[in-house]
């Protein structure tokens, strides 16, 4: 079998009763994550502008429609995974696979969440079975990667998760699903530029990629062929978008190892890369170094951090470039404790108390030359009076190392959706999170959404 066959007779013939206890405990709370973090994406800058964008490309006239995260609309369920998928990963918050640098759940539950209105009634042992088995191709291909990040693998990958897990939930046959894998090969793009200036392409790649994912399984619902050997073929995914890699030891781990339980958690709204040097710089807030007695900060990382998130403060940053930029991030941790939803607004942006210690700090590269390694980090403050004070990470806390606990996870999905619906909505907040913890019980996945969409 090809490797293309090999990922789609997973994702489509894994049973419920197939997955370990562990990995359905990490699909419902990644799930309840991901609903949480879509909800705040709703009140995120440039959000607005996408809806209304989206908006103009059709309504719901002869189509199912899907609602919307936080906004309280339905649209067309590919107009609503688009929308979906930008609000996911627009704020950073979304989950992470490290090893894989891969969002795993951004591009595959914006569409699943879709497909579970627009298909009818989806239970809630066929949603976790799709998002396991999703999460493993989509993080499965990053693993087998051997080379540093150069396109947009979030989505890169992200499309043939969320094609598969698509596929799997309308029934498809393997000849279907490899047709439509095929179209989520000719839909496949997303580059790392965005990221590079600092603009808001890359939670657009997120949610192009999962309105992708459905319009691949509608072109194969519809008949149409497309090609099969798309992840290792001369033109396929690894020979196109990855320089080196090797998929074999992943096949071989299908059924055996569970990406779902490698996911992490983000406690803070930025980039993955940001957080080991957040949390560094909270460890020498508790030493003593406060924003008054700074002379200046150094983050030493591996390479993937510096390029991730070494960028150097300005003047007049875009939401965008501040959220991926630590001397910003760790102006505003070493001021206030940590990073959080609201410090990103234009007024704290340009905040000259944060300007002025933001330029007192940067990242510099040092440690394993592994392209996908996050850790270790160490910050080492110099003080104003010649004492240095260092503080070393090894595992990122949300790690499954360093896990965020069940209370501290609920809240910060409580957080999200205060922050998403601008008001307390803890009694929504509350039959999610009861729900969730007993998805496998729910005869209608899709009224999760749409209580999550507020209606």
């Known amino acids: 079998m090809t490797s293309t066959e090999r990922f789609a007779r997973h994702a489509l013939e894994t049973s419920y009763a197939d997955l370990p206890g562990e990995a359905v405990d990490a699909a419902k709370i990644f799930i309840l994550d991901t609903i949480g973090v879509g909800v705040a994406g709703a009140a995120a800058p440039h959000a607005d502008?996408?809806?209304?964008?989206?908006?103009?490309?059709?309504?719901?006239?002869?189509?199912?429609?899907?609602?919307?995260?936080?906004?309280?609309?339905?649209?067309?369920?590919?107009?609503?995974?688009?929308?979906?998928?930008?609000?996911?990963?627009?704020?950073?918050?979304?989950?992470?696979?490290?090893?894989?640098?891969?969002?795993?759940?951004?591009?595959?539950?914006?569409?699943?969440?879709?497909?579970?209105?627009?298909?009818?009634?989806?239970?809630?042992?066929?949603?976790?079975a799709a998002v396991c088995t999703g999460v493993d191709v989509a993080a499965g291909l990053g693993v087998a990667a051997r080379s540093a990040i150069r396109f947009f693998r979030p989505a890169n990958a992200g499309i043939f998760g969320a094609t598969l897990g698509v596929a799997r939930l309308r029934?498809?046959?393997?000849?279907?699903?490899?047709?439509?894998?095929?179209?989520?090969?000719?839909?496949?793009?997303?580059?790392?530029?965005?990221?590079?200036?600092?603009?808001?392409?890359?939670?657009?790649?997120?949610?192009?990629?999962?309105?992708?994912?459905?319009?691949?399984?509608?072109?194969?619902?519809?008949?149409?062929p497309?090609?099969?050997?798309?992840?290792?073929?001369?033109?396929?995914?690894?020979?196109?978008?990855?320089?080196?890699?090797?998929?074999?030891?992943v096949l071989d781990s299908l059924g055996k190892v569970w990406r779902m339980t490698e996911v992490s958690h983000k406690p803070f709204p930025t980039g993955r890369a940001a957080q080991g040097g957040i949390s560094a710089i909270q460890r020498l807030r508790e030493s003593g170094v406060s924003a008054d007695n700074l002379e200046r900060l150094t983050l030493t990382a591996p390479p993937l951090i510096r390029r991730l998130v070494g960028r150097p403060y300005k003047d007049e940053m875009?939401?965008?470039?501040?959220?991926?930029?630590?001397?910003?991030?760790?102006?505003?941790?070493?001021?206030?404790?940590?990073?959080?939803?609201?410090?990103?607004?234009a007024a704290r942006r340009r905040d000259g108390a944060i300007a002025r210690l933001a330029r007192r700090m940067e990242v510099v590269e040092a440690g394993p030359a592994d392209p996908a390694a996050f850790t270790p980090q160490t910050a080492c403050a110099v003080l104003k009076d010649g004492r240095s004070i260092e503080a070393r990470i090894g595992d990122l806390y949300g790690s499954p190392q360093a896990p965020m606990d069940r209370a501290a996870a609920r809240e910060k999905f409580r957080r999200c959706m205060d922050y998403g619906f601008g008001r307390n909505v803890s009694i929504w907040a509350d039959e999610l999170i009861a729900r969730i913890e007993h998805l496998e019980e729910e005869k209608d996945a899709g009224r999760l959404i749409r209580l999550a969409a507020g209606v």
């Open 49 to 128: 502008a996408v809806f209304e964008t989206v908006k103009r490309w059709g309504g719901c006239d002869g189509a199912a429609p899907a609602h919307v995260l936080g906004r309280g609309a339905a649209l067309p369920a590919p107009s609503a995974a688009f929308v979906n998928g930008f609000q996911i990963h627009c704020q950073e918050y979304d989950c992470v696979h490290e090893p894989a640098v891969v969002h795993p759940m951004a591009t595959l539950f914006a569409a699943l969440s879709a497909e579970t209105q627009r298909a009818g009634p989806v239970d809630g042992r066929s949603l976790i």
């Open 171 to 224: 029934g498809f046959d393997l000849p279907a699903a490899l047709d439509a894998a095929g179209y989520a090969l000719a839909f496949c793009s997303g580059t790392m530029q965005a990221h590079v200036e600092g603009k808001p392409a890359l939670p657009i790649q997120i949610g192009n990629a999962a309105r992708g994912a459905l319009m691949a399984c509608d072109l194969a619902a519809g008949g149409l």
């Open 318 to 345: 875009d939401v965008n470039y501040a959220r991926l930029c630590f001397p910003y991030l760790g102006a505003v941790a070493l001021r206030d404790g940590a990073v959080g939803l609201d410090d990103f607004d």
């Open 226 to 249: 497309g090609p099969h050997d798309v992840i290792d073929g001369p033109y396929g995914y690894l020979s196109l978008f990855e320089e080196e890699s090797a998929v074999a030891p």
